[in-house]
Nanobody
Framework: QVQLVQSGGGLVQAGGSLRLSCAAS????????MGWFRQAPGKEREFVAY????????YYADSLKGRFTISRDNGKNTVYLQMNSLKPENAADYCC??????????????????WGQGAQVTVSS
């Protein structure tokens, strides 16, 4: 089992920045690739970003490239999502997730076994 506890989130003005954190406990954190997903009211959950076990590979949803950055610190068992130049349409509940799969970039939420509790991000215009 891997337990994921998120922090960060909140209310920010359009153009502002937020950083989400996701701290893992339980099994060895570096054995898991990590992802961030989001879900806005009335919409399906969608992929945001992916980072490989070592952090050497990152991948983003096309609409977020250049504004969002995923990173991880395996010494602190934590993955981060830095969100810059936020827009009202970025508002959603953001969740981190862990997957033991290693062969490819995982953008499908069904491939992730463990999930954080979620963090609400609200962007005012």
């Amino acid at each position: 089992q891997v337990q994921l506890v998120q922090s960060g989130g909140g209310l920010v003005q359009a153009g502002g920045s937020l950083r989400l954190s996701c701290a893992a406990s339980g099994r060895t954190f570096s054995n898991y690739a990590m992802g961030w997903f989001r879900q806005a009211p009335g919409k399906e959950r969608e992929f945001v970003a992916y980072i490989s076990r070592t952090g050497g590979i990152t991948y983003y949803a096309d609409s977020l490239k250049g504004r969002f950055t995923i990173s991880r610190d395996n010494g602190k068992n934590t993955v981060y999502l830095q969100m810059n130049s936020l827009k009202p349409e970025n508002a959603a509940d953001y969740c981190c997730a862990a997957t033991p799969r290693m062969k490819t970039v995982e953008t499908d939420s069904v491939r992730y076994a463990y999930w954080g509790q979620g963090a609400q991000v609200t962007v005012s215009s």
